[in-house]
């Protein structure tokens, strides 16, 4: 007679679990290693975490307000700190000024000291802009973060990252180069329009000189922050006027800061070259320029705009 029909069964299965190096039907399997050393439930956590850093990446979810209020707070905080924490290295930062002033004198783009002789006789325009001066860089500053964070929130966090980056490099500038603005320039013969006009508008005059870093001028984040400013509003506007009201902001700034004797014309350079930097950083980070995120978390990206493969294809043609 043959043996039982069960003991063929579970003989079957278990040649069939070692052929294919599993278990034997109904044994646990989960937390039991793999050949490689890794479990299921690892590789399934692990695909999971980078699926969710991927999807993070390509639809960055709009970060808690707390947390954002927090984050800025903080940073404005460790910003001024380290930017008034580097010595004044005053020999150095007039010698700086120096070299930049002779060097745009030699290229024919040295007009600084003619714009703020200029502007200065008239009072009104002046005074108005050394408030402008003192007080759009951050009132502005922070109506668009509240802006994209309301309305944009898919592209807030990668937007928020390249202003981020940009003051960072800032920082290292003004320990690396310490320079003297115009106004505080010796010998270059600007006017101090602040002490001029009895006014407020910079960190450089009046008592705020004794706690804050004079010589913090290069790059200029008055132009860093106005142009990221500027670009935000323009390419995430929808109104045809406030895109160009977005591209005045930086160019008006540019006009204050040589009037008024804050910065030489390199130091806007150096305020660009810095935001450029910052996309760059938050390109490489979500994979897409900042402002080709989806506008809210988890929806479709925007897409670069494309031409025709075959150029000699009429408009239409291939539709029904």
């Not at 010595?87 to 024919?108: C, K, S």
């Amino acid at each position: 007679m043959g043996e039982p029909t069960e003991i063929h069964a579970a003989d079957a299965d278990r040649a069939g679990a070692a052929s294919t190096g599993g278990s034997v039907p109904g044994e646990a399997t989960t937390g039991r290693p793999l050949p490689d050393g890794a479990t299921r439930a690892a590789r399934t956590r692990s695909a999971a975490l980078r699926g969710r850093i991927r999807d993070q990446r390509r639809s960055p979810a709009r970060p808690r307000l707390w947390f954002e209020l927090a984050l800025i707070g903080v940073s404005y905080w460790l910003y001024s700190l380290v930017r008034n924490a580097v010595p004044e290295q005053a020999a150095a930062a007039q010698r700086h000024a120096t070299w930049i002033w002779d060097f745009e004198r030699a290229v024919g783009v040295g007009i600084e000291r003619a714009v703020n002789h200029t502007v200065n006789r008239a009072e009104w325009l002046i005074v108005g802009m050394n408030y402008y001066y003192a007080t759009l860089h951050f009132i502005v500053t922070i109506s668009v973060l509240v802006w994209l964070y309301r309305r944009h929130p898919g592209r807030y966090a990668a937007a928020r990252t390249v202003l981020f980056v940009t003051t960072g490099i800032a920082l290292v500038g003004f320990y690396c180069f310490p320079l003297a603005p115009p106004r505080l320039m010796t010998g270059g013969r600007f006017v101090d329009t602040v002490a001029v006009h009895h006014t407020w508008g910079s960190m450089a005059s009046g008592p705020a000189a004794h706690v804050s870093n004079q010589y913090a001028a290069m790059p200029s984040m008055h132009i860093g922050w106005s142009l990221w400013c500027g670009l935000t509003i323009f390419f995430l506007a929808r109104r045809t006027w406030v895109r160009v009201l977005g591209l005045l902001y930086p160019a008006a700034t540019l006009v204050v800061i040589v009037s008024t004797a804050n910065h030489f014309w390199m130091d806007a350079v150096g305020g660009m070259i810095c935001l450029a930097v910052g996309f760059l950083a938050a390109r490489l980070l979500y994979h897409a320029w900042a402002y080709q995120l989806p506008r809210r978390p988890g929806g479709a990206a925007q897409r670069p705009v494309t031409v025709p493969v075959d150029w000699s294809a009429p408009v239409g043609a291939g539709r029904r």
